[in-house]
T-cell receptor, first 109, second 115 residues
Framework: AQRVTQPEKLLSVFKGAPVELKCNYSYSGSPELFWYVQYSRQRLQLLLRHISRESIKGFTADLNKGETSFHLKKPFAQEEDSAMYYCALTGVGNEKLTFGTGTRLTIIP | DAGVIQSPRHEVTEMGQEVTLRCKPISGHNSLFWYRQTMMRGLELLIYFNNNVPIDDSGMPEDRFSAKMPNASFSTLKIQPSEPRDSAVYFC?????????????FGPGTRLTVT
């Protein structure tokens, strides 16, 4: 079975401070990990995926297979980063995503 | 493209009534997903279709829930009879897939309230 754990339901960070949203997963095969984001009054949308190795809006995430983690990080938080963030998992060659329960990030001005 | 279209955006109904949620995927996409979002359980996959065929319905809570995709441009999720615990936001998403996980594009969701 595949499982995604996001231990923090709520996270508040001051503007300019570093941000880290935690994600741990459980999967027996070769995983593919994603971060999706939902800004206020907008649709849920893909933020980044580990195979792309991109930095989107200043966010990065590294897949750590040893620790089975895919934490989302940003060195300096901005107010527009306030949103709901979901970590998602699937297996290579599989299109079914398993989402975590989400973390609501609030950036304090 | 207007993206994934869902209707209605809000639905309030009484317990025991039938509810039908509708989804129009992005043109050209071949996979369609139905999710339910609640505070307690987050985003749960209910069912997904590939090329109009249901592939995995293991997330459908019980027989009261059913989903169809009669053609590539339309899908429905039906709850009959509805119960208060079905209250949630239901999302539809579509993607263009070819043997792997590709970006899913989400609709705006339908907020269902069952009283």
């Amino acid at each position: 079975a595949q499982r995604v754990t996001q231990p923090e339901k709520l996270l508040s960070v001051f503007k300019g401070a570093p941000v880290e949203l935690k994600c741990n997963y459980s999967y027996s095969g070769s995983p593919e990990l994603f971060w999706y984001v939902q800004y206020s009054r907008q649709r849920l949308q893909l933020l980044l995926r580990h195979i792309s190795r991109e930095s989107i809006k200043g966010f990065t995430a590294d897949l750590n297979k040893g620790e089975t983690s895919f934490h989302l990080k940003k060195p300096f938080a901005q107010e527009e980063d306030s949103a709901m963030y979901y970590c998602a998992l699937t297996g290579v060659g599989n299109e079914k995503l398993t989402f975590g329960t989400g973390t609501r990030l609030t950036i304090i001005p | 493209d207007a993206g994934v279209i869902q209707s209605p955006r809000h639905e309030v109904t009484e317990m025991g009534q039938e509810v039908t949620l509708r989804c129009k995927p992005i043109s050209g996409h071949n996979s369609l997903f139905w999710y339910r979002q609640t505070m307690m359980r987050g985003l749960e996959l209910l069912i997904y279709f590939n090329n109009n065929v249901p592939i995995d319905d293991s997330g459908m809570p019980e027989d009261r829930f059913s989903a169809k995709m009669p053609n590539a441009s339309f899908s429905t999720l039906k709850i009959q009879p509805s119960e208060p615990r079905d209250s949630a936001v239901y999302f539809c998403a579509s993607s263009l897939t070819s043997g792997g996980a590709y970006e899913q594009y989400f609709g705006p969701g339908t907020r269902l309230t069952v009283t």
